[in-house]
């Protein structure tokens, strides 16, 4: 079992990589001294194939475990849904040393959390992530957030889990597609830190599309150690954690766009991540080969450039709403080249407009 270590000023945690992990949760939480009773929260999907599994390694610990279930899909990350489990952890008597353990991918993660952050303001949250893209990103680093109708993740909190337990043999049931989305935010860790580890992916592409246990765990090892390293900086994202939303910024406005229904959040990712290079290219921040880089391997994860389907004012108008924009100014993570970025608000309209009407063609 790898071990990535998250140290906080606040306290830190363990993040455990290996296949199996789901079956070794009980004996993973019960050493954090935590109260009898937790609460398993799942979407239909997910439960379907390990709910019970995750419920048995609990209950074999001596722990109280209830399974609260939930749609899945973007939909779940709502107001609404946040208020069933609250009463879902209401009747099971979920106290403030209950954990509330999020299985799953990014969705049920961010519902989880954030209730986890806010029911009696603040019980022990624990990730056990069943995504490529949630074990590389979601689940490490203490986001939490529901929707609003105006756009993704404008409602939520930083608030840090106690334990994350990455399974990377769950990864074998994962749809092609699921497996490619994941594989953006794996790619971003590449641009934004680590030359070598874009070199390495591009060098094992087949082995990472194959699913070979060995590629894929060095890979979810990797992209922990460059998250960790970024949040122990900028745990609040003050300034250095925005550089982990690399194509974010066009990503959410082409998912909201969109209305999170034809792309995955790794497929948004990916197109931001090529219009965030492109731009780069237009302000003379990198040279031609680096947006040709980036496109490439992403076309060699088989995730989409273009936003199709979209129109450049569409999603101009969701930019304006972006949460990390300050006094409606952007705060763009534009590519100086492959494995070094820079955060810059001196972005001209014209060429975010050139950008948005090439990736929309």
């Keep these: ?141 203490g986001k939490v957030a529901v929707n609003h109708p105006a756009g993704k993740n404008l409602i939520g909190a930083f608030y840090q889990p106690r334990l994350v337990v990455a399974d990377t043999g769950v990864l074998t049931t994962l749809p092609a597609r699921e497996l490619a989305s994941g594989l953006a935010e794996v790619v971003k860790y590449g641009v934004i830190a680590d030359a070598d580890f874009f070199a390495y992916l591009g060098a094992n592409s087949a082995a990472v599309l194959a699913s070979e246990p060995a590629v894929i765990g060095e890979i979810v090892r990797r992209s922990c150690e460059i998250k960790a390293a970024v949040v122990e900086q900028d745990e609040k994202e003050s300034h250095l954690r925005m550089i982990l939303n690399f194509g974010h910024t066009i990503g959410h406005a082409v998912e909201a766009a969109t209305g999170f229904t034809r792309y995955t959040h790794g497929e948004g990712v990916a197109i931001g991540m090529y219009g965030a290079a492109r731009l780069s290219s237009i302000l003379g921040r990198c040279g031609g080969e680096t947006v040709a880089a980036v496109a490439a391997l992403l076309e060699r994860f088989r995730l989409p450039t273009v936003a199709r389907g979209c129109r450049a004012a569409d999603l101009a108008a969701y930019l304006a709403r972006d949460k990390k924009s300050v006094g409606g100014t952007i705060n763009w993570v534009l590519a100086d080249a492959i494995g070094r970025v820079a955060i810059s608000s001196e972005v001209p309209e014209a060429a975010v407009r050139q950008v948005l009407e090439e990736i929309t063609r």
Excluded: C, W
Aim: hydrophobic share 50%.
């Design 1 to 141: 079992m790898a071990e990535v270590k998250v140290r906080l000023s606040g306290g830190g945690y363990t993040i455990h990589i290996a296949p199996g992990g789901l079956d070794k949760l009980g004996g993973l939480v019960r050493p954090l001294n935590l109260g009898d009773r937790v609460l398993v929260v799942a979407d239909a999907t997910v439960a379907a194939l390990y709910g019970e599994r995750a419920l048995v390694s609990l209950r074999q610990a001596g722990m109280n475990a209830s399974l609260a279930v939930v749609p899945p899909g973007e939909e779940s990350k709502s107001l609404a849904a946040a208020e069933a489990l609250y009463s879902q952890a209401i009747d099971h008597g979920l106290d403030r040393k209950s954990a509330i353990i999020a299985v799953g991918g990014g969705v049920v993660g961010d519902l989880a959390g954030f209730v986890a952050a806010t029911y009696l303001r603040g019980v022990p949250f624990i990730q056990v992530p069943t995504t490529l893209l949630a074990q590389v990103d979601s689940s490490v680093g």
